[in-house]
């Protein structure tokens, strides 16, 4: 049974619908991300699964709990770094760490986790003082000081510098690796293609796709992208011919398609046959980012 099961999800706000109609399940030790542009819906989804909002229709269960009618049961189930997590500048990490401790009879030991996330030396510094990568590993021990089985962490790399980010992305696969589910709220496209076995991408309150990020990739038009000038035209019926070329487009020159692998091949051996030199030969694959535009873009637009 998936530990996170949401189902015909739904939620207005004066009459009009944030989310509609969401389904989706997250299985136990994945990374599970949400993806989508800002009032996509992915914070009201975030929010009915952690209990902290009603939705108006719909279903959701962690671990088989109902958010809204086993809340005590969630909280030990349940460890949450929300997206505007804040502390009392002069609270200390050891501080923080005990009272958070005490929210809960069985507690992890935070000495433990305070070691495991690189805490120990700042114990006595006060959260004011601490850098930007530091709060964010403190934030991570008070999600697991509770021993949850699921963690959701929203957008928790956001305003970190790229060293401090890839840090906080190691810390986010041993959270996995020790048994623990995450729920990954993000808008960085590098952080979820690396980090996520598989991704909800919202739209409109609506769940636009729901693959792994090879798989959402595969589902982009742009596949492989060849780009060069040849030293001399092309037949057209030659390109016509190119196996699994998606579009070819001429431009001052310049000659673009989109293909596969298959594609690739295929024009280098048309150059060669031809003895035509490809100048400013460019071969580059669809990204995570390729893949969201084209499943977000408003198409009325």
Request: glycine fraction near 10%.
């Amino acid at each position: 049974m998936p530990i996170i099961e949401v189902n015909g999800l739904r939620k207005a706000y004066g009459g009009r619908p944030v989310v509609d109609d969401v389904t989706f399940a997250v299985e136990e030790g994945e990374i599970f991300g949400i993806l989508g542009p800002n009032g996509a819906g992915k914070t009201t989804t975030v929010e009915c699964v952690e209990g902290l909002r009603e939705p108006d229709a719909g279903a959701v269960r962690v671990a088989g709990l109902d958010p809204r009618t086993d809340r005590d049961q969630l909280t030990r189930t349940l460890g949450v770094q929300l997206q505007e997590s804040e502390l009392q500048e002069k609270l200390t990490v050891r501080e923080a760490l005990e009272l958070y401790g005490a929210f809960y009879p069985d507690p992890a030991d935070w000495r433990g986790l305070a070691e495991r996330l690189g805490l120990t030396g700042k114990l006595t510094t006060r959260f004011g003082r601490l850098s930007g990568g530091q709060k964010q590993r403190l934030f991570i021990a008070l999600a697991l000081i509770g021993r949850p089985r699921v963690v959701v962490l929203d957008e928790l790399t956001t305003g970190l510098d790229p060293r401090a980010r890839r840090d906080t992305w190691k810390l986010i696969e041993e959270v996995r690796d020790s048994g623990v589910t995450v729920l990954l709220v993000t808008h960085f496209m590098e952080e979820a293609q690396r980090l996520c076995d598989r991704i909800a991408v919202f739209k409109q309150g609506r769940v636009a796709a729901l693959d792994t990020p090879s798989g959402l990739i595969r589902r982009s038009s742009g596949g492989t992208v060849i780009s060069f000038a040849p030293s001399r035209p092309l037949d057209d019926g030659d390109l016509a011919g190119l196996p699994e070329a998606a579009t070819i487009e001429r431009r001052n020159g310049h000659l673009t398609i989109h293909g596969t692998d298959t594609t690739v091949n295929a024009v280098i051996s048309l150059l060669a046959r031809h003895q035509i030199t490809a100048r400013q030969l460019r071969v580059t694959d669809s990204t995570l980012d390729d893949a969201f535009l084209e499943l977000t873009e408003d198409r009325e637009n």
